[in-house]
């Protein structure tokens, strides 16, 4: 489902300030899987997914998402790309001036789906998140951990065949995070690909397959081999 081919990825600057955030990086994770990303600050974890969301493009080698190639994707194909794709970033906020159900029915008001069917749809993913009784909440009501499972609703709304998720319970209590952990693994276990980065240790020890980054490279010692084809 999703393959890196001698990715290299280079911000440009100006002198020695110009750095490779990935070098060389060949993996690849298989439909159904749920794979973590470790390593330090810096490390690579955010421009890898990044580069799967078509948020950025590899300066050098392949990213293959479900046979797309990621660094010859017109603009105008962005949009369908990530049609099939839940995204949970740290920069991503709540839209605080609308209900957490409105936040949630977002995505798929965007994309054109009748309100009520919408609102139907969004009330499912708050249920499996366990925030259906707080549909009608102000955001800014809700606690840090509410508030990512909100953004993890909002994630999996249309449906998508792939999470990518960065740092998802960052500045959370371990309860919060437990519970967001939970929710994510919930969706895998449904056929829900998801690639998650974390510094969670308590995740990372009970985890089956984790990908280690240090400096843009896979860490030495610690391959990412490639994954086996995981049944519907």
């Known amino acids: 489902m999703i393959e890196f081919a001698n990715v290299t990825k280079q911000y440009a600057g100006h002198g020695a300030s110009s750095h490779s955030a990935l070098r060389d990086v060949s993996l690849t994770v298989a439909k159904g899987e749920l794979v973590y ?3 330090p600050s810096g490390a690579g974890k955010s421009t890898l997914l990044k580069l799967i969301a078509a948020m950025e493009r590899p300066s050098a080698g392949t990213v293959t998402v ?10 105008a ?8 794709l ?3 970033f740290q920069q991503q906020r709540l839209l605080t001036d609308r209900s957490v159900l409105a936040n949630v029915m977002m995505p798929m008001l965007v994309t054109g789906l009748p ?3 919408s609102e139907d749809r969004a009330r499912a993913a708050l249920d ?42 960052a500045n959370l209590d371990r309860a919060s995070a437990t519970k967001v952990f939970d929710a994510l693994r ?10 998650i980065s974390t510094h969670d240790e308590h995740v990372l020890d009970s985890a089956t397959r ?20 995981v049944a519907p």
């Open 66 to 75: 479900n046979g797309t190639d990621i660094g010859r994707l017109k603009h």
């Open 77 to 84: 194909g962005i949009p369908f790309l990530r049609r099939n």
């Open 37 to 39: 990303l470790a390593g």
């Open 186 to 195: 919930a969706f895998n276990k449904v056929g829900v690909t998801c690639l």
């Open 86 to 88: 839940g995204l949970i």
């Open 210 to 229: 984790v990908i280690h980054l240090r400096q843009g490279m896979l860490q030495d010692g610690v391959p990412a081999a490639p994954a086996q084809e």
């Open 115 to 117: 309100r009520a069917q």
């Open 128 to 169: 499996k998140v366990g925030l259906l009784d707080r549909a009608a909440a102000h955001p800014l009501a809700l606690s840090g951990g509410e508030q990512q499972r909100v953004s993890i609703a909002r994630a999996i709304v249309n449906r998508p065949q792939i999470i990518l998720a960065d740092e998802p319970t």
